[in-house]
């Protein structure tokens, strides 16, 4: 005795359970996976982010600090906190927003201070001038940011060079100090007062 062939239904029907099958199977292994654990010479870290957005608040609860880094990886021996490519807003007293990124960045303990590390730069946008540095340090308790590697200031049509370059952004003050050179534009007769 032969078994019936299966109708063209039952071929359907087993085709459309393979076939959903198939798309199970291709969709679960497109899944984004996290990317090696990243390790170093501070030892393994206890946990890592990705696309991860910080937000540090003063005594008062307003936030003055925020971190935007598409990973950051904390180790627990040196209780640091690496990030990559870092974008920074610092809010200063006032409430003016100062803007601050790197190729690399570090919080220490505590998530203070703030290192941000090659190809630095610090912005403020009201005042118009922009700091680019090796090597950057903000700390948010105190709102001092400083640079102990070469810096250049500017603010157009003028700047300076530095080697040592230090904000408090709640006092509104600057200091550009040791070896420091700059271009000014010299004053025409139209811009001399009368």
Do not use: C, K
């Not at 291709?26 to 206890?46: F, I, Y």
């Amino acid at each position: 005795m032969s078994l019936p062939r299966p109708s063209f239904r039952i071929w359907l029907f087993l085709l459309l359970v393979a076939l959903g099958g198939v798309l199970v199977l291709l969709d679960s292994r497109s899944a984004r996976e996290p990317g090696a654990v990243p390790r170093d010479e501070a030892g393994e870290p206890d946990f890592f982010l990705e696309g991860a957005r910080l937000t540090r608040f003063d005594a008062e609860g307003r936030a003055h600090q925020r971190v935007e880094t598409p990973r950051l990886v904390h180790t627990p021996h040196d209780e640091v906190t690496r990030l990559e490519t870092p974008d920074a807003r610092i809010y200063d007293n006032a409430g003016r927003v100062w803007f601050a990124e790197a190729d690399s960045g570090m919080l220490g303990p505590g998530g203070n201070p703030l290192t941000l590390s090659g190809n630095a730069r610090l912005r403020a946008p009201e005042e118009r001038w922009r700091l680019d540095t090796e090597v950057l340090h903000y700390d948010a308790d105190t709102g001092h940011a400083w640079t102990d590697t070469p810096a250049l200031l500017q603010q157009p049509p003028q700047h300076m060079r530095g080697e040592r370059f230090d904000a408090w952004l709640h006092d509104n003050r600057a200091r550009l100090t040791d070896n420091v050179r700059g271009h000014h534009q010299p004053e025409t007769r139209e811009d001399s007062p009368p």
